[in-house]
């Protein structure tokens, strides 16, 4: 996925052991929330000083973004230790994943 290294590292996974695939899905929810605070802090800046509302707007959308990050990293995180209470070594696609379908266009 563009823009999203740590999701491209994700692919690699199968290749760990589950604790340390947790020990880095944890790092990144550190990451993430880390840039959380500081995007706050901008936004309640560019508020005081009435900045375009378009880039507050943008930047808002950026907190969101991340906040739906987190919660992604959050429940990967539950399933893997869950998986790994149960001695299972991948994590399963979620249930609530969207499925799959061919969209291909064809002539």
């Keep these: 996925m563009q823009g999203y290294p740590f999701f491209s590292k994700c692919s690699f996974f199968k290749h760990l ?3 340390e695939v947790i020990q880095k899905v944890e ?4 990451l993430v929330q880390a840039k ?6 901008i936004l309640a800046g560019m508020k005081d000083r009435k900045a375009d509302p378009y880039r507050i ?3 808002e959308f ?10 992604w990293l959050e429940e990967l995180r539950g399933e893997l230790r869950a998986d790994l209470k149960k001695g299972r070594t991948t ?3 979620s249930p609530s994943a969207p499925s799959r ?3 291909s266009v064809r002539p």
């Design 17 to 19: 052991k589950p604790r």
């Design 27 to 30: 790092q990144q929810q550190t």
């Design 36 to 41: 959380q605070s500081a995007y706050r802090e």
């Design 57 to 59: 707007r943008i930047l």
């Design 62 to 71: 950026g907190l969101q973004e991340m906040e739906h990050r987190l919660q």
């Design 91 to 93: 994590c399963k696609p």
């Design 101 to 103: 379908k061919n969209t």
